[in-house]
């Protein structure tokens, strides 16, 4: 059975940091591209960040840049996204996803991904 399952969300103060994990059943995560996305209430679900298979080649929306990071672990058979200098805007669901290729869509695209998590909450608050 496929599944992706991610963990680590939670409640943290502005400029705060979490560690989200995404780890992976049924299938090797570095054989699938890897993307994170975020849905916050109210606003159509947005791609943070992705990791290409194999090589491993990462990308990140504007907003995150320089203060997100994405890797994977093919040990573990996951793929983290370690999130620093947390700001009240980053507060949504995140989900990971994973999909074999990309083919001609952007990685941000949420459609040629075929396998979600169930999402883990992330707020950002004092």
């Known amino acids: 059975q496929v599944q992706l399952v991610e963990s680590g969300g939670g409640l943290v103060q502005p400029g705060g940091s979490l560690r989200l994990s995404c780890t992976a059943s049924g299938f090797t995560l570095d054989s699938y591209v890897i993307g994170w996305f975020r849905q916050a209430p109210g606003k159509e679900r947005e791609g943070v960040s992705c990791?290409?298979?194999?090589?491993?080649?990462?990308y990140y929306r504007d907003s995150v840049k320089g203060r997100f990071t994405i890797s994977r672990d093919n040990a573990k058979n996951t793929v983290y996204l370690q999130m620093n200098s947390l700001k009240p805007e980053d507060t949504a669901v995140y989900y990971c996803?994973?999909?074999?290729?990309?083919?001609?869509?952007?990685?941000?695209?949420?459609?040629?991904?075929?396998?979600w998590g169930q999402g883990t909450q992330v707020t950002v608050s004092s």
């Open positions: 990791i290409s298979k194999s090589i491993g080649s990462t």
């Open positions: 996803a994973a999909t074999k290729t990309l083919g001609y869509y952007h990685w941000a695209v949420s459609r040629p991904y075929n396998y």
